[in-house]
């Protein structure tokens, strides 16, 4: 029943630094190149995997990364308001996320404590809030155990055995999940999203709604349509008909042990490139792909060519105008547009009926109602009583008009229009890994799954082993084959 107080978590803040990458290692003359398109979670995951499990202790192909950026990370990405540094992304990383785990470890990354679990929830329907859990600004654990103990009573009153069912079913899920991190003798190479969440037996989740998964799991409709919902609103934008794979991702985003990467979530995609000897062109979009017999060329923006023996799309598609020469054909796939509003003021008691702000719940979480013009508004950082900064989540951009109603005061406002992750509909229907049948590879067909740091680097793994079996055919390795140290510095500014 940890689950509602650790849902704050998910706004987290970080900080960030620069300096300049390393020189990549001198290639031989005319080894094969794997070219990425995106220094993401995806595209660094890609470089590492290829590094790592490639059985030749010496590197007999070259990586060559490309970034329309002028920075790594995607969507690991952080914001600075008034001179704090708060992740305007993907905030935090599961207990069980054990890519991100690892290359915490691998990269000497320093992790954020979750921070302790009194921070209030409340559950607001555009007119009053619903469901309220108590906050109690007491450092005394005893006192902290009390409060987090009466809200468990209240959450028990308001939903019942609902939410242990709740609870199973997201640890059944995350359970299977696991199934991708058993050992690679023991785990197949996958050419499809479909039978690689057949092999795990995830891929029932991603053919019918979340709500209908979990009312099959016997969960009450009180509890979907207040709770259930504040957190897919959160963490995905959506509501419960959202498909249930992401939704169960989505919920088990809101349990209790969440961590997040001191700087900035962003230094995993840095340090991963850092150490996996890679050529990285920053600042240079590549617009078209084309298959010319025996490799492809990628052109840039900048007017430059690049040869390459495999090409990996380390990005989602559906936005973007990359040329494909043949064309590929993947489903159409809807962007969820997430709107991040970073306000530094104080929120206004008469918006949600009360006399003082202070009354306002640390996080406001919202049921689906058309009026409501906000998913989520969370307290990122207390300046004083009467001094915050906060973090909005919306599905339309918050006008000035809007803000002025919400808070009462408002100095500094920082708006970020995020194409975020899949607009999630079941049955999903999956894009190809491999795009063209040849060496042309996709790692976010896997996001209509779900859209996470360590989803992206479960699909990128599988690239990496598919690349190193079809294309080099060798057995991927299981063991790491060198140590590391970088901290991906100079590859990172806010936005
Ligand atoms: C607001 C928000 C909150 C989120 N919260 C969480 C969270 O708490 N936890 C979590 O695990 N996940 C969260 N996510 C999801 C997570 O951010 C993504 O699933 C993950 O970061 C995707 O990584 P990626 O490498 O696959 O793609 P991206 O991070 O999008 O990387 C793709 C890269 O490709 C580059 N690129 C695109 N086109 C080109 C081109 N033509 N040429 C060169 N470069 C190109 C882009 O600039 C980008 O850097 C959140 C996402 C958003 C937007």
Redesign the pocket.
């Known amino acids: 029943m940890s689950i509602i107080f650790l849902l704050i978590f998910?706004l987290f803040l970080q900080s960030s630094s620069s300096s300049l990458p390393p020189e990549p290692e001198p290639q031989p003359p005319n080894a094969p190149t794997v070219c990425i398109?995106?220094?993401?979670?995806?595209?660094s995951s890609v470089s590492h995997f290829l590094r790592t499990y490639s059985p030749n202790p010496i590197p007999n192909f070259n990586i060559r990364i490309?970034?329309?950026?002028r920075f790594?990370?995607?969507?690991?990405a952080t914001v600075n308001v008034t001179g704090h540094t708060f992740e305007a992304?993907?905030?935090?990383?599961h207990p069980k996320n054990f890519h991100a785990l690892s290359y915490t470890k691998l990269l000497n990354l320093t992790v954020n404590d979750p921070s302790s679990s009194s921070s209030s929830i409340g559950i607001w329907d555009g007119k009053k809030f619903v469901f309220k859990t108590l906050s109690f600004n007491c450092k005394l654990p005893f006192v902290q155990k009390l409060v987090s103990l009466f809200n468990s009573v209240r959450i028990f009153f308001r939903y019942g055995f609902s939410i242990l069912r709740m609870e199973s079913f997201v640890e059944n899920t995350v359970g299977r999940f696991l199934k991708y991190y058993e050992s690679l003798e023991s785990r197949p190479i996958f050419e499809t999203v479909d039978s690689m969440l057949q092999w795990a037996g995830l891929y029932n989740l991603t053919t019918s709604t979340l709500e209908s998964e979990l009312a099959d799991a016997g969960l009450s409709s009180l509890l979907i349509q207040e709770l259930v919902t504040v957190i897919t609103r959160i963490?995905y934008g959506q509501s419960v008909s959202m498909s249930g794979l992401a939704g169960a991702v989505s919920l088990a985003?809101s349990g209790g042990g969440l961590w997040s990467i001191k700087g900035g979530n962003w230094q995993m995609a840095a340090g991963l490139i850092n150490r996996s000897d890679v050529a990285l062109n920053l600042h240079?979009?590549?617009?078209s792909i084309s298959f010319l017999g025996e490799h492809y060329e990628l052109n840039s923006t900048l007017g430059h060519s690049y040869i390459c023996e495999v090409a990996v799309v380390?990005?989602?598609l559906d936005e973007?105008n990359?040329q494909f020469i043949p064309p590929v054909s993947i489903p159409k796939r809807k962007l969820q547009h997430?709107h991040?509003t970073f306000v530094r003021g104080l929120l206004n008691p008469v918006y949600f009926g009360l006399n003082v702000a202070s009354k306002i719940p640390e996080l406001v979480g919202t049921i689906e109602n058309p009026d409501i013009p906000f998913s989520s508004i969370s307290v990122l950082k207390q300046h004083s009583e009467t001094d915050k900064t906060y973090k909005v989540f919306s599905r339309q951009p918050m006008d000035d008009a809007l803000l002025d109603r919400i808070f009462s005061v408002r100095s500094e406002t920082i708006r970020i229009n995020?194409g975020?992750?899949p607009h999630y509909s079941a049955p999903e229907v999956f894009a190809p890994f491999i795009l063209d049948g040849r060496q042309l590879y996709y790692?976010?067909a896997f996001?209509n799954a779900a859209?996470?740091?360590?989803?992206?680097a479960v699909a990128a793994e599988n690239i990496a082993r598919l690349i190193l079996s079809r294309f080099f055919g060798q057995v991927p390795l299981s063991q790491a084959k060198s140590t590391y140290g970088s901290d991906g510095e100079g590859l990172h500014a806010d936005l």
């Open positions: 998910f398109v995106g220094a993401g979670i995806g595209g490309f970034e329309r950026n790594v990370g995607g969507r690991m992304g993907a905030s935090i990383l963490n985003g240079e979009e590549i617009e380390a990005t989602p973007l990359i997430t991040t995020w975020a992750y790692v976010n996001e859209s996470t740091m360590e989803t992206s």
